[in-house]
């Protein structure tokens, strides 16, 4: 996979918290999709008896600390980076409230700060779709994970379904939108072929791959979005409402997990 033009990732930079804010767009990172990637996380790790307490694990593009401090919540000892220097301030803050020892540290997924093998596992969760070079970031990934370690992700698929829903829907239509131009671009998207093929590549085997798929219509959904942009709804009332779930179908979504291999 080649380099392409960048996702608009300046709306990260913002000088307040937009990650544990209800009423912000991200904080239905915490409502409307973190309770099934961890769930799906937490399963996978009970059915491999992965070692948790204690377990170290790197969220790479960490944003305000959502999935990182679920995974700390688990007693294992996390750091996050992300490029981003407001999202980390926002992480460490939250973080220091919650009573959680969380290293949190300004950086890119592309140059990890870290020695080989410093990591029982490694997260990287809707990041992938947003870095300048994603084959950069999957070398890295490998090279600071454990021989062994576990490689836990999600991203966005690159179907007609995730162009319809994430660019046209989500950025370009002004009657349903909820994101900034380019926030998403088509071209970044990821299919797990690829996907499992970049990792391969660098001695990660992808084990399973799942979808994330909401658990509403898509009339509802498009319900649901006309009440935010028609002022009748915050994004706090949106993300009770949008709720994401496991399933089969990979179509807008995904995630799963891989395991570096033993030399």
Wanted: some cysteine; aromatic content about 12%; overall charge neutral.
């Amino acid at each position: 996979m080649l380099a392409q033009p960048v996702t608009n990732n300046t709306v990260y930079n913002a000088d307040r918290d937009i990650w544990w804010n209800p009423d912000e767009l991200f904080f239905m990172l915490e409502t409307s999709v973190n309770p099934a990637r961890m769930g799906y996380f937490r399963r996978i790790l009970q059915e491999q008896q992965a070692l948790v307490k204690h377990a170290t694990l790197l969220d790479v593009g960490c944003g305000g600390g959502i999935l990182a401090e679920a995974f700390a919540q688990m007693d294992m000892q996390v750091v996050g980076i992300d490029p981003s220097a407001s999202a980390i301030d926002t992480a460490r803050h939250h973080a220091g409230q919650q009573e959680l020892p969380i290293t949190y540290v300004v950086g890119e997924g592309e140059r990890l700060p870290f020695a080989d093998a410093s990591f029982d596992y490694v997260s990287c969760c809707d990041v992938l779709e947003h870095v300048r070079d994603v084959d950069t970031v999957i070398r890295e990934i490998s090279r600071v994970l454990k021989p062994g370690g576990l490689f836990f992700y999600d991203t966005v698929n690159r179907t007609w379904l995730s162009w319809l829903f994430l660019i046209k829907i989500a950025q370009d239509w002004p009657r349903w939108s909820f994101m900034q131009p380019d926030q998403h671009r088509y071209d970044r998207f990821i299919t797990p072929a690829e996907l499992s093929q970049t990792l391969k590549q660098v001695g990660i085997v992808n084990q399973q791959t799942r979808g994330m798929v909401a658990d509403y219509n898509v009339l509802k959904t498009l319900y649901y979005l006309r009440q935010r942009t028609a002022g009748r709804w915050t994004f706090r009332q949106l993300g009770e409402r949008m709720k994401m779930r496991e399933g089969r179908d990979t179509s807008l979504c995904y995630m799963g997990w891989g395991r570096k291999q033993v030399h």
